[in-house]
């Protein structure tokens, strides 16, 4: 991509993909698994049988494709509780040397209210100018040059693209979770409600997740706590064990996206269609706010180009699970 081709998207800006694609033969060559096994460490194993995919929520976004929604069968799977943080994500380039996208291309998009003052005007996205195109910005220094993670080795990676998430996966032996099982593991067990907890977002008062407090873009008055990213285990967990599911970053899957896959998708294990431009996001993130963007709700979709990356997405791990150790 081009400095002159910054695209428009209002939850997650994207490069431009190259066309329809189908999926990689193999996963990035350049890093090798750390063993031939996940490491079960900080992950929940979760017993599935079936489930009610996607909403009927007046909330949803036309075009996003919530619906219908139908019966969805999953095999027995692993998933990790957190989001994979700094610390994780630094552990895997020094092992490996890996290189990721937004360095390569030499920039990657940031909120600009998280630019420090005075901050050289760069390119804005013209539908959504609160994101900013940063020379220099990637997970290393998530507000471009003269910022680092020092201090949020605990909070989510950012900046990294689906490649990147996809080869840290595999260098860990584990992979991306499909759609159905992200929604399954974040949904911690309440069918059809709007959040892992219910269908208030601040039930009592009490805040769950990582999102936007005030007036969006310009006014945020911290109420949860937070200015960009939470710790990875921010808040309380959902039923099923998973911390931050909604909000905080945007989480890649491994589907591509398509709007009307619902429509014809299969029961069984439905790893999403097989071609596509964009790469399903899911959770929602720190900036999503309800006079704009309801998509923090577990059944939210959103897509983005494998190779794009921002300053609010991120992702978590899962791995095949094979049937229950009987000792």
Known sequence: MSDGEVTSGCCSPSRPGPGAVAEPASCDERVSPAASGPDREGMV????????????????????????????????????????SNADFGAFTAATGYVTEAEHYGWSFVFAGLLPPGFPDTRAVA???????????????PEGPGSDVAGRTDHPVVHVSWSDARAYAAWAGKRL??????????????????????????PNGEHRMNVWQGRFP??????????GTAPVTAYAPGGHGLYNACGNVWEWCADWYAPNYYASSLRDNPAG????????????????????CRRYRVAARSSSTPDSSTGHQGFRCAADAGPVEVR
């Open 218 to 227: 310009d006014h945020h008055t911290r109420a949860d706590g937070w200015y």
């Open 177 to 202: 979770p499909t759609e159905a099982e992200w929604e399954y593991a974040a949904r911690g067990g309440r069918e059809q409600a709007a959040f892992p907890w219910g269908n208030d977002l601040e």
């Open 127 to 141: 539908a959504a100018p609160w994101w900013r195109q940063v020379h220099g910005a990637c997970w290393r220094h």
């Open 45 to 84: 194993r979760l017993e599935v049988s079936t489930f009610l995919m996607g909403s009927r929520d007046r909330w949803a976004v036309p075009g996003d494709g919530e619906g219908p929604v139908h019966e969805v069968s999953l095999a027995p799977y692993w998933i990790d509780r957190c989001a994979v």
């Open 273 to 292: 269609p097989a071609l596509g431009t964009a790469r399903v996001i899911r959770g929602g993130s720190y900036l999503c706010h309800a006079s704009y």
